[in-house]
């Protein structure tokens, strides 16, 4: 999905950012990250593993919900644009999860010339269970 440009002049503080949703994690998506991340930690791929820890099968890697989250800003306001990025992983993310990403905007100022704003993130599940919470900052252009 390609960004639309987004002007510091076009937002404030309490706007809420455009939600993204991941529908639903599949086994064959985890596979694919622990490839692409070098995490094969077998609890993301096999279910004895995810079924001794209690789990009840695999789950999902925690970066997994990060890059999620990440994706949320990028898709709003482009690749360029994010200067800060921190998520905390509070809940679990399994296979067959939809994982819907929220955020709004807590602050906008400027500083050094350049203009900016900060935003909470929220993760939650189809259970309305959150998994990832977080913060970003991110840049913006004048019009």
């Not at 070098?38 to 209690?54: I, L, Q, S």
């Not at 929220?102 to 900060?118: D, F, Q, R």
Request: charged content about 20%; aromatic content about 8%; hydrophobic content about 40%.
């Amino acid at each position: 999905m390609a960004a639309t440009k987004v002007f510091f002049e076009d937002v404030e503080t309490g706007d809420k950012i455009p939600e993204l949703v991941k529908k639903p994690i599949t086994e064959t998506q985890l596979v694919m990250y622990a490839g692409a991340s070098g995490d094969f930690n077998p609890m993301h791929t096999v279910h004895k593993f995810g079924e001794r820890a209690g789990f009840g099968g695999v789950i999902a890697h925690g970066m997994l919900g990060m890059a999620f989250a990440g994706q949320l800003i990028t898709d709003w306001l482009g690749v360029d644009a994010m200067t800060k990025f921190s998520v905390r992983f509070v809940g679990i993310t399994k296979p067959k999860d939809i994982i819907t990403c929220n955020g709004k905007i807590t602050k906008k100022y400027s500083n050094g010339g350049k203009n900016y704003i900060n935003c909470d993130l929220v993760s939650v599940n189809q259970n309305g269970d959150t998994v990832v919470t977080g913060s970003a900052t991110a840049v913006l252009p004048n019009k």
